[in-house]
């Protein structure tokens, strides 16, 4: 595990995007795996820029993300794909078909699990998967429990997920109860994974998944295990890491 703590979110979205971009420039057609949330913008925001100067060609780029809602899809503003092609592939040359997120609409969602596992496996694996980091140790939706979740499977989410996600809806019915998530198995079979994280909040998790117990009550605590793996913060989220290791 490799950790890289920068001043500040500016500096860590653009480590991360150097590393993304690298990958394109190395593997034209690779597969890289991304993530939503507040924490990935900057570093997508690098990647457009630099597709805009011509540096980066993303014209043979297939991409596959971590997670999506059960019930939504790109026409409503809370779906990971509305938030895929706002922040990302609106504005790059990537085709559309070569975008994959889990379809949060599909009739039948254990086989749509199956077939995104299926999907990831036939186009060859993982390059390069990007993570945030949630409060308690979450990554993809894979909440801490009692045991790793394997592979892409559909989650019941928390109460608490629940009642936070509930400012962005009209009403509660709307709020979503389920969804489809990359297991941890799945993160764990990409060939290299970036994790980013900042701010104050996720210093305690930093530190418990960099040097914790590999545990199912801390998810990211699994990449542990993982050989090539690189976690990104910023001072914030760095500073239980340098209080309790000296730097
Ligand atoms: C997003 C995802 C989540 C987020 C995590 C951190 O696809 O799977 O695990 O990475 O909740 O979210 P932010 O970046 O908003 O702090």
Known sequence: MKLIHCKDYQEMSKKAAEIF???????????LGL?????????YEHLIEWYKAGILDFSQVKTVNLDEYVGLDETSDQSYRYFMNHNLFDHINIDKANTNVPNGKAPDIAAETDRYEALIKSLGGIDVQLLGIGNNGHIAFNEPHDAFDGRTHEVQLTESTIQANARFF????DVPKR???????????ARKIVLIANGPKKADIIYETCFGPITPNVPASALQLHPDVTIIVDEDAYAAVAAKCGK
Do not use: E, R, Y
């Open 179 to 189: 969804a489809v998530s990359m297991g941890i198995g799945t993160i764990m079979q």
């Open 35 to 43: 993530a939503t949330g507040s924490t990935p913008v900057g570093t």
């Open 170 to 173: 009209a009403s509660m019915d």
């Open 21 to 31: 971009a690298a990958q394109v420039i190395l593997k034209p057609d690779c597969v």
